[in-house]
């Protein structure tokens, strides 16, 4: 079991620009979810999914952001027209209905950077 | 709405001194889960512990150890003889039964000093 990847580790890009980063969640796990973390605080919930279905979506995911687990497998997360205030660290985390309490596995993140 | 409240941003101590981390959460729901996570520099959250609403006994786990209070709606986290590997941020976290979002709070720093 190689854990949660995501891709890649850091980002920078020009405000404006759009960005996409990939999660592949531990292999087998069918829930996926988002998270944003900025500096100072705790990781905040985007959405999550259940095999390729988008079951929640916080309101912090403007209309700016797009995810997609497209074969039930790994996601992605998309940021269009990038702003300075999407600077934070993407976590993915996923979950099995096999593991107790549906405890989540998290990823090292991605740490994007808008200037 | 689920709330977590880590009042403690920033916490220092020494080399092998005790230290107690607090947590407060609020929720509507009867069957709910806590769970602390480490973050060490690195940035990955690490699992610690999960607890669900009705157990109220406390964990022990090595250095760790939990104390959940159902009465006072609190979940502390104690590392007793702390080292400086212990030195990270740690976070609180509360979910509902259904297994969805993990609603976090902000976080302490501790820094164990040699």
């Known amino acids: 079991d190689t854990g949660v990847s995501q891709n890649p580790r850091h980002k920078i890009t020009k405000r404006g620009q759009n960005v996409t980063f990939r999660c592949d969640p531990i292999?087998?796990?069918?829930?996926l979810y988002w998270y944003r973390q900025t500096l100072g605080q705790g990781p905040e919930f985007l959405t999550y999914f259940q095999n390729e279905a988008q079951l929640e979506k916080s309101r912090l995911l403007s209309d700016r952001f797009s995810a997609e687990r497209p074969k039930g497998s790994f996601s992605t997360l998309e940021i269009q027209r990038t702003e300075q205030g999407d600077s934070a660290m993407y976590l993915c985390?996923?979950?099995?209905?096999?593991?107790?309490?549906?405890?989540?596995?998290f990823g090292p993140g991605t740490r994007l950077t808008v200037t | 709405a689920q709330k977590v409240t880590q009042a403690q941003t920033e916490i220092s101590v020494v080399e092998k001194e005790d230290v107690t981390l607090d947590c407060v959460y609020e929720t509507r729901d009867t069957t709910y889960y806590l769970f602390w996570y480490k973050q060490p520099p690195s940035g990955e959250l690490v699992f610690l512990i999960r607890r669900n609403s009705f157990d109220e006994q406390n964990e022990i786990s090595g250095r760790y150890s939990w104390n959940f209070q159902k009465s006072t709606s609190s979940f502390n986290f104690t590392i007793t003889a702390s080292q400086v590997v212990d030195s990270a941020v740690y976070f609180c976290a509360l979910r509902d039964n259904a297994g969805n979002m993990l609603t976090f709070g902000g976080g302490t720093r501790l820094m164990v000093k040699p």
């Open positions: 985390a996923s979950s099995s209905p096999r593991e107790r309490a549906y405890e989540q596995y």
């Open positions: 292999s087998e796990h069918n829930r």
